[in-house]
Antibody
Framework: QVQLQESGPGLVKPSQTLSLTCTVSGGSISINGYYWNWIRQQPGKGLEWIGY???????YYNPSLESRLAISRDTSKNQFSLKLTSVTAADTAVYYCARDGPYGDRVKFDSWGQGTLVSVSS | QSALTQPASVSGSPGQSITISCTGTSNDVGNYNLVSWYQQYPGKAPKLMIYDVTKRPSGVSNRFSGSKSGNTASLTISGLQAADEANYYCCSYAGTTTFVVFGGGTKLTVL
């Protein structure tokens, strides 16, 4: 059973960069066909898909965040990461990492991290 | 504003059945049989309940079922139990430009 765990600062200042890492155990992020996602939930709101990195390393982003977003991976550590630049209070949210797939089974988010709250405040 | 439209709340008594709708467009729900549903308790991560419109992951009760007609997907919970009280979110694949869209969520209250 694959397990995911988010880590990173819980407080980021406005205009700075939000950086989070998801550590995956119980399965390789390079395994054929899986998508490794970031999803967030603003306080009291619904879920918002941020983007994913495919097992091949290709990345795909929510068009509304694409200009500020970068998702990368470190296969040696079995981790993938999120960087969101120029943050504002609207980026305050619980950030989840989640697995989707395998290829052909889309939006099948079957494994989630516990989530980490990131607050944007000076 | 979420891409998929769900009712803000639904309620039912123990033992009854309820249905939560999820309305999208021909670019997402209507074009792909790739709709999933998630159960979320406060302060917890979402849990996959239904995928590929109708399929249940191993371990999910058969009281949960999914369906789709046109641009609207639905989640039905039969034999309501107190433990079903939670927020439910639908999700759809939306093609190679938008990729993934979620609904705004529905709060289920078991009376």
């Amino acid at each position: 059973q694959v397990q995911l765990q988010e880590s990173g600062p819980g407080l980021v200042k406005p205009s700075q960069t939000l950086s989070l890492t998801c550590t995956v155990s119980g399965g390789s992020i390079s395994i054929n066909g899986y998508y490794w996602n970031w999803i967030r939930q603003q306080p009291g709101k619904g879920l918002e898909w941020i983007g994913y990195i495919f097992y091949s390393g290709n990345t795909y982003y929510n068009p509304s965040l694409e200009s500020r977003l970068a998702i990368s991976r470190d296969t040696s550590k079995n981790q993938f990461s999120l960087k969101l630049t120029s943050v504002t209070a609207a980026d305050t949210a619980v950030y989840y990492c989640a697995r989707d797939g395998p290829y052909g089974d889309r939006v099948k988010f079957d494994s989630w991290g516990q989530g980490t709250l990131v607050s944007v405040s000076s | 504003q979420s891409a998929l439209t769900q009712p803000a709340s639904v309620s039912g008594s123990p033992g009854q059945s309820i249905t939560i709708s999820c309305t999208g467009t021909s670019n997402d729900v209507g074009n792909y049989n790739l709709v999933s549903w998630y159960q979320q308790y406060p302060g917890k991560a979402p849990k996959l309940m239904i995928y590929d419109v109708t399929k249940r992951p191993s371990g999910v009760s058969n009281r949960f079922s999914g369906s789709k007609s046109g641009n609207t997907a639905s989640l039905t919970i039969s034999g309501l139990q107190a433990a079903d009280e939670a927020n439910y979110y639908c999700c759809s694949y939306a093609g190679t430009t938008t990729f993934v869209v979620f609904g705004g969520g529905t709060k289920l209250t078991v009376l």
